[in-house]
């Protein structure tokens, strides 16, 4: 047995600046307010918590003692089974709220749900709502940490960190890379939260969609966001020469209104990743998609499952980073967070 | 609140390579050890003591790190460590007979920490414990097999240990500090 990490991390950069003894939140709402600094604590930790998935005994007794709580709003399988893996693996308890078995259907508001967490000493609460801005109401009414796993089409920080992760892992470094978001962005929280992400860590980000698939200001919001290497190419093939990392969205038919594609057909023409597509990227183009995957609309299964497509690493690298986020987070003293 | 030399870089030599010679004594030779070094000082140490076996043995005996971080039981109080470090042992740990190398004992928790994470990873032969300074103030049933210096402390000193590998020079130094740690 090994328990070193995977041979390609031995060839990856020290990462410059990092002090990691420095961690200041408490909660993670999205990744407009994490550093780069605190990115690459992340990837640090995720690190040494990848060595612990790799090994016979999957367990570490770090959190034993606290309790984690899935609040899940929305339906969602990979998401949800990678927190409650992560929280075990590190040894918390983990407490699954399904929430239409829960209270909610008899009336209870959001806010109570919150305060019952609370008040049965749940340490995280971990949640995913269908409306934008869910997770920053429930930070103002307990005391529990917050993750948020996904609020409406706002945001999704820990797919959009397990994402750089796995790119930072695989390539060795994010600086400098060219990625094209393609599809679905407008409904898109994984995209929102990559955009934070990506421009902080100095990737050049490229959003190919059909204009009713953009945000409707998306010019305003790349300016007022500060992100200076966010731009939009809506022809598929020229976005995606020389990228070296592409990533199709699902297209989320669940949230699409009426209008905003004249037919998926003519959808799949434009804007599905296929085989000659990915051949006008960089050699090593890398695949990812934030699943669940829609084979043959947004992505070929060529793609999906050849073999530059790093989607199952994804899954893998998701636990990782959810176990590095829950230990990070649970540091932090009440009082001294952000 | 002045230092008091302990050790000197000559003397922490001379003690390093009498531990050398004696986990050998002990073990009757230096098959299946493996020296397996305590995040942080531990490990230039147990560097060391590989390299003086092989230079009395000619035999490369296997070093490896370890990072108690996750198994610590003072997590959720006190001091909030937050940087986890590689544990890197290259070969399987069970059936092998483990010596764990650390800098200073003192209360034992660190040593039981570390004794977790190392079943976690396999099932070794046995566990033995070589450290630079024994300081005293057990809290757990835990003892050294291999010394290099017992220094007999009060609560409100601490033990310094610079390792030139990181703090630059070799010296074990007492700080009379004014708090218990």
Known sequence: MTISVVGSDASLQPLSGVSSEVWQHHHMLDLDEFSRGDIENVFKTSNIMRQILDRDVKRVPTLRGKTIANLFYEPSTRTRASFELAAKTLGAGVLGLDVVRTSVVKGESLVNTLRTLEALGVDVIVIRHPQSGVPYIAVQEVSCSIINAGDGCHAHPSQALLDLYTIWRHIGKLDGLKVVIIGDIKHSRVARSNMWGMSKMGMKVTLSAPSTLLLRDIDQFISQSGMSHVDVVSNLDNAVEGADVVMPLRLQLERQEEGLLPSLREFTLRYQLDGRRLSLANRNVIVLHPGPIHEDIEIASEVAHGSQSLIEQQVTNGVAVRMALLYLITRTKRGDQT | MADKILLSAEEMSRA??????????????????????????????????????????????????????????????????????????????????????????????????????????????????????????RELPIRADYVGKNIPTSRTEDIKVDIVEIDGKDEVSIIKSGKAR
């Open chain 2, 16 to 137: 390093l390579a009498r531990i050398a010679h004696e986990i050998v004594e002990k073990n009757k030779g230096t098959e299946g050890i493996i020296l397996v070094g305590m995040h942080t000082r531990g490990v230039p140490l147990a560097k060391r003591l590989a390299l003086m076996v092989k230079g009395f043995e000619n035999v490369s005996v296997t070093v490896g790190t370890l990072d108690i971080g996750l198994y610590r039981d003072d997590i959720s109080s006190g001091e909030l460590k937050l940087a986890i470090r590689e544990t890197k042992i290259p070969i399987d740990i069970t059936g092998k007979k483990i010596i764990l190398v650390d800098d200073v004992l003192y209360t034992g928790r660190s040593i039981r920490a570390a004794m977790d994470a190392l079943v976690d990873l396999g099932r070794p032969e046995f566990i033995q414990l070589a450290v630079l300074v024994d300081r005293g103030h």
